[in-house]
């Protein structure tokens, strides 16, 4: 089956620092999202980007489906980022592989 | 963004007894519902894929009859935890994808905030 690899699995930042997060996959997508895991276990959806570039905010989101990759950016980044976040794939039809994710914690 | 609720958020119970734990898309109409489960400092594993008044597509290694699904609408599926043992302790979560919201289909996943079972 499809692989997917999250990097760094951990990331300190200082507050107002940018960071990258990678999400690596083996296989070809039809669909790709970005979720933020809160302290309670909400998924909460940034971004659904197969492919093309999106912004929310002060965050964006890359996915080049032809070298299965995306990134999100994380740009002035504040406390209230801390948490977890996964990258989740499908390939054919709804069924979703999600990454290790990344735990991100931003010191104040 | 959709909106998808789940009940129980927690849930204490002792062992060998059952545990159902209900998924509901309230601004739209799911066709494809599903379940994972999520130990601590873990990613999320998919134990099934549930259609509208289909029956539910379990992962493998997945026990679907201790892990009962069921999807009578398309707001809401149910997992049953039968016969639930300490080592199903933990974070369960839903999800629901497909169909229309406001005449847009809805390509994404969005989740329920989760059920955390432990098992005494």
């Known amino acids: 089956g499809i692989q997917v690899e999250q990097s760094p699995p951990d990331l300190i930042l200082q507050e107002g620092a940018n960071s990258t997060l990678r999400c690596n996959f083996s296989d070809s997508v039809n669909n790709l999202q970005w979720f933020h895991q809160n302290p309670w276990g909400q998924l909460i959806n940034l971004f659904y980007?197969?492919?093309g570039t999106k912004q929310n905010g002060r965050l964006s989101a890359t996915t080049v489906a032809t070298e299965r990759y995306s990134l999100l950016y994380i740009s002035s980044s504040q406390t209230t980022d801390s948490g977890v976040y996964f990258c989740?794939?499908?390939?054919?039809?709804?069924?979703?592989?999600f990454g290790a994710g990344t735990r991100l914690f931003v010191k104040a | 963004g959709a909106v998808v609720s789940q009940h129980p958020s927690w849930v204490i119970c002792k062992s060998g007894t059952s545990v159902k734990i209900e998924c509901r898309s309230l601004?739209?109409?799911?066709?494809?519902m599903f379940w994972y489960r999520q130990f601590p400092k873990q990613s999320l594993m998919l134990m099934a894929t549930s259609n509208e008044g289909s029956k539910a597509t379990y992962e493998q290694g997945v026990e679907k009859d201790k892990f009962l699904i069921n999807h009578a609408s398309l707001t809401l599926s149910t997992l049953t935890v039968t016969s639930a043992h300490p080592e199903d302790s933990s974070f369960y979560i839903c999800?629901?994808?497909?169909?229309?919201?406001?005449?847009?289909?809805?390509?994404?996943?969005?989740f329920g905030p989760g059920t955390r079972l432990t098992v005494l």
């Open positions: 999800s629901a994808s497909g169909g229309l919201k406001n005449g847009a289909a809805v390509d994404e996943q969005f």
């Open positions: 989740a794939v499908a390939t054919g039809g709804f069924k979703t592989i």
């Open positions: 980007i197969p492919s």
């Open positions: 601004d739209f109409q799911a066709t494809t």
